[in-house]
């Protein structure tokens, strides 16, 4: 079973519920913990312990200068601008190539070969003995942020129950880690703003007809801001996190509160078996 936590835009707490989520879950349940937003990943800041590596590579095309006729074709074809045919040399700039392998098949002199070009890393730990965490983390620079995702994503086994960290937003990363998944929890906070993310992070989780429920982080007395949306759309609120200051001290010295307090750990391995139920009922 896979659930993907999810927000419309950065900030709202999406990761103190990941990480809360995951622990509380593997108290009894074996969890693997994908962390997704790969631009940014940060699920591992908050445990300690050694992670194998293993790099994400794609294909690039390597020009045979002894060959090549400077034609322009393969410059013609690459709508990405990775290739530039002058008169005397073929600019490449790998960091824009998408490996869709065109360039090679139109090359009318088989002058184009390919090699493997390092766009990312994954590293794999068990931080606790029923919690494995994946964390995909993109090379600077590189636009292949969906193939990094999906190196995390074949690393599940079918068994397994992934919480997956979602990228913030709605664009390509975050679709390529909530397509197939189970069940989407959306991480919220009662401001205009929030809201206004909220709708679209739900519209994209309705697209791939995931089931979801809502966390309402820094709850206070603005929160019907968000629950009268999700009454009019008929979405569960399965948890309030309080607007507390306690809480934002231990989050922000790294501590986990589902650690540090069995209340909170009560409330989020509860949290867990909802989204478990919930995803049952697709
Ligand atoms: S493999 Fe595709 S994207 Fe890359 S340089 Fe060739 S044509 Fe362009
Ligand atoms: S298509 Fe082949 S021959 Fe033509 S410019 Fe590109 S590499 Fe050279």
Redesign the pocket.
């Known amino acids: 079973m896979q659930i993907a936590i999810a927000s419309g835009k950065g900030g709202t707490g999406k990761t103190t519920v990941t990480v809360n989520l995951a622990l509380a879950l593997s108290s009894s349940i074996q969890v693997t913990l994908a962390d997704c937003d790969v631009e940014e990943p940060n699920l591992h800041l908050f445990f300690s312990g050694q992670a194998e590596e293993e790099e994400v590579t794609v294909l690039?095309?390597e020009i045979d200068t002894g060959t090549c006729i400077l034609c322009g074709k393969?410059g013609q074809?690459?709508r990405?601008g990775?290739?530039i045919v002058l008169k005397d040399q073929v600019l490449q700039y790998p960091k824009l190539?998408?490996?869709?392998?065109?360039?090679s098949m139109v090359c009318p002199t088989g002058s184009i070969s390919e090699r493997s070009e390092v766009v990312g890393v994954l590293h794999r730990s068990n931080p606790e003995p029923s919690l494995r965490l994946i964390t995909g983390t993109l090379c600077e620079g590189s636009i292949h942020t969906t193939t990094v995702i999906r190196a995390v994503r074949n690393q599940f086994n079918p068994e397994d129950l992934v919480l997956l960290d979602a990228p913030p937003g709605t664009a390509c990363a975050a679709m390529e880690t909530l397509e197939g998944c189970d069940f989407c929890l959306l991480v919220t906070e009662p401001t205009p703003f929030g809201l206004h993310d909220l709708t679209l992070i739900y519209k994209l989780a309705q697209l791939y007809h995931i089931p979801v429920g809502v966390v309402i982080n820094r709850s206070d007395t603005t929160d019907s801001i968000v629950e009268f949306f999700c009454r009019d759309q008929n979405i569960p609120i399965l948890m309030h996190i309080p607007f507390d200051r306690t809480i934002a001290l231990q989050q922000g010295s790294g501590q986990i509160i589902s650690r540090a307090d069995p209340k909170w750990r009560e409330q989020f391995f509860k949290l867990g078996q909802d989204c478990i139920t919930l995803a049952g009922v697709r």
Do not use: E, K, M, Q
């Not at 190539?97 to 360039?103: D, F, M, R």
């Open positions: 690039v095309p393969c074809f690459c990405y990775a290739l190539c998408h490996s869709c392998g065109g360039c």
